[in-house]
Structures are given as C-alpha cells and as structure tokens.
C-alpha cells in the first residue's frame, strides 16, 4: 500500500529541496568515512567556503585582509585560525555586506531567528544550504529507523501572525506532524490518544520531559516510537531517567543553530558526532566556547562565528560503538556570557549547571529549577517542589562551593515552565 505521507514528503521536497535526495545519499555514504577522510573532506570544504566568501562578500574580504590572508592562494589551516572571529551582532549590523550576489542561486529562502539573545537575525538561506541541512536531519534519523515523513509530535513555538500562523499548520500538514507550544496539562493530556501512532517526539527537551512526568502514572503505549529528539535546550541528566521509564529510550541530542545548520547529532550508542560534511568546529582556548564555520552557507557565509555555547570536545582517540568515526562532541555546557552578580564577584551563569548537576550525580536527586536574579548580591531558585529545610540544605551547601557572596532564596513555582519558548535556566532582571 502506498504511504500517503512518503509521497507527499517525496513530491514536495523535489518542488522545495530538489537538491536534498542528492545530498542525503551523499551524506549516508560518508558517516562511514575514516576519521582522517572526514578530516581531508572537511578542510577540503573549508577551504572551498573561506575562497568563495573571499571573492563575493565585501565584508569577508575585508576580514581576510586585516588578517593578511587570501584563501584562494595562500591556505592553512594555522592562517584560518588566527581570522577574528565573527558575532552575532556582526552578523545583524553588516548583514548586506555579509550576503553573496543573489545572481549565483536559483533559489533562497527568507529565515528569521532570534534566538536565546533575542537579537533578530535575518538572511537568505540559498537552496542547496536549506536541503543539506533538512538532509542531515533526514540522516539522523536514519540512525534510528525513522523517516522524515513519519508521523510526528513536535514542541516548537508558534507565530501569532495569522498569515504565518496558517502557513505553520498547512507546513506541519505537509510533514505529518502536530504541534504543542506551550506548557498547559490539560493539553498534554489530550495527545495521549495520538501518541500510539507518533513515531518521532522532538522539539524542546524540556517540554519532552514535562510530557513524560505528566503522563508517568497512565501507562502511555509508544509502540511506534522510534526516536525522541530534544533540541534547543540543554537535555539534563535526570531528563533521561523518566525519558527511558516512559518513553523507553533517552533523548537524543540534535546541536545545532538557524544560522549555523546542524552541528552535531546524537547517535543510539549515545555519542554527539560533529556534522563533519556541513561544519568545521573550534574550541575557544580561552572560555570554551564553540567557534563554527558552516561549510554550505554560500549565500550568507558565517566563519568562525562563536555561537555562544561552552562545549567539550571528545579526545580525538575516542570511539563511539557505534563505529562511526566523526569527532564527537561530549557535552553542551550552556551558553556563556550571561553573568551572575554578587555583592562584590561576578559569576557565570554556567555555574548553576555545575551545582545542579553535581547534585544530581552526588546525591542521586533531580531538581527543576529557574533562577532569577533582581538585585547584585541575591538570587532567587524556583523550583517545582516543596522546599523544605532538607533541599534548602542540599542546594545552599553545593552553591556555597561556587558564591561567596550571594544571598539564596528557595522559592516554589510549579508553573515557571508554563512560559511559552525555550526554557532559561536563569534569568536575569538587572539592567
């Protein structure tokens, strides 16, 4: 019989992505490459990228020659890593200068971002991009049997706009997908009829998790469920715990920004493997934040764009069970920048992670939290349970290891997930 859903997906995507069938293939037969063939092909790309940038945006051009660099005839790697880095800020203020003749495409798309900066990012996406990155999506599913026509719960925002809005639900039609965008029980309950049929959950970990603890005591059937996918949010450890009762299996990783393409995804043995044909990655030896090129952004080249997110990268002996041997990312620690004030020190706000994560590992106990901060020297935790004097205890005595001099304050606030978007593990109220 034939899949309805299969030929949808197959007849608009040679309408929308014609080049996405041919990078799929290309991509499948690659992830079984040796690590130093992913290594040539990757700086192979780099190259390609860096020389194409070089010639056709103004504002690349000017980067490489403050940098006394010309990819075209003079390449090393040891010359690309000294190019400053770009921010994202740049990427908003020169955007014109950034973008490529539109003459070289057949095809762009409008994409509009913000993300957790809340700066609005826009650009144009050109075809053979936007396929490579639906491709490598299409690839990561593959390792877990599943499709990208299969059917779908997603967790992702909506836009209001009722044009935009009725051009997400015709979108989420044509990929076979429903979609829930904020935390509200009573709608959560409601999809358990729908979930025996789903056979890929994505979209926010946290919503992921929140499904989970809700429906913990109804005995969900997932029998068709073949991959759950968190991406955005930061997937911690005792997300998995209830992931594996409930869903039986974990969640996924799949790393990656709008503007960047996917950078690494989550094998089943359990592995990030960096999207090797789509991205070069760095490590900033300084804050450990991820320095990334992306390989296929002809239209609107980001070159060592810092992302913003503290990584830890696999030693480059490691290998996955999994037997692919693309490098590995081991961790997403969070994103780097935002500050904590104390009465006299600042803090980043990656310690919050540390001293939840510690608690969790030392104490075997999970906690979901938000922290927000209205005044330097004091610190507000919401957590989603009763705070007695036994969790004040456990979290004022590992926080005390990290502030010295910031005054907590444990607070009960069962619904600071209802908030639509991605959820923030700390807010800042300071000016």
Not at 95 to 105: A, D, M, V
Not at 281 to 292: K, L, T
Not at 294 to 320: H, M, W
């Amino acid at each position: 019989m034939l899949n309805f859903h299969k030929w949808l997906f197959f007849k608009g995507a040679k309408k929308r992505n014609p080049s996405i069938f041919a990078h799929f293939e290309e991509l499948k037969k690659t992830e079984q490459s040796s690590q130093s063939e992913l290594l040539k092909l990757n700086e192979e790309r780099l190259k390609k990228i860096c020389c194409f940038a070089f010639q056709h945006s103004d504002f690349y051009k000017k980067r490489f020659e403050e940098a006394n660099f010309n990819p075209c005839t003079s390449w090393s790697l040891e010359a690309f890593r000294k190019l400053k880095p770009v921010e994202k800020k740049e990427l908003i203020e020169f955007n014109e200068s950034i973008h490529t003749p539109k003459s070289f495409f057949k095809k762009r798309f409008f994409v509009e971002t913000s993300g957790t900066s809340g700066e609005i990012l826009t650009f144009h996406r050109d075809e053979s991009w936007d396929s490579f990155n639906r491709a490598a999506i299409w690839r990561g599913y593959s390792w877990f049997g599943a499709n990208p026509w299969d059917r779908k719960l997603y967790f992702w925002g909506y836009n209001t706009a009722p044009l935009k809005r009725i051009k997400l639900i015709l979108m989420d039609f044509l990929v076979n997908r429903f979609r829930l965008f904020d935390y509200d029980p009573e709608k959560l309950r409601k999809l358990l009829p729908r979930l025996k049929h789903v056979k890929i959950i994505e979209g926010y970990s946290s919503m992921i998790y929140e499904l989970a603890n809700l429906i913990k005591n109804d005995n969900p059937s997932f029998d068709s469920l073949k991959l759950v996918k968190g991406t955005s949010e930061k997937v911690f450890p005792h997300y998995q715990d209830i992931a594996r009762r409930i869903y039986k299996m974990p969640i996924a990783n799949e790393y990656g920004s709008t503007e960047s393409g996917i950078i690494a995804f989550e094998c089943p043995k359990g592995s990030m493997h960096i999207n090797m044909e789509g991205v070069h990655v760095e490590r900033d030896s300084e804050d450990g934040g991820i320095i990334v090129t992306n390989l296929q952004s002809f239209s609107f080249p980001t070159i060592r764009y810092k992302l913003g997110d503290e990584i830890v990268l696999a030693p480059s002996e490691y290998k996955c069970a999994c037997g692919m041997e693309s490098p590995i990312i081991m961790e997403v620690t969070g994103r780097i920048g935002k500050k904590i004030f104390g009465k006299n020190q600042i803090y980043p706000s990656l310690t919050l992670y540390y001293i939840f994560k510690n608690i969790y590992f030392n104490e075997n106990r999970s906690i979901d939290f938000q922290a927000h901060q209205y005044q330097k020297g004091r610190m507000e935790i919401w957590v989603k349970e009763k705070v007695t004097p036994e969790l004040e205890n456990l979290v004022f005595t590992e926080a005390k290891k990290y502030f010295s001099d910031i005054e907590l304050t444990l607070k009960e606030k069962y619904d600071f997930r209802q908030q639509a978007g991605k959820l923030r593990d700390f807010v800042s109220h300071l000016d």
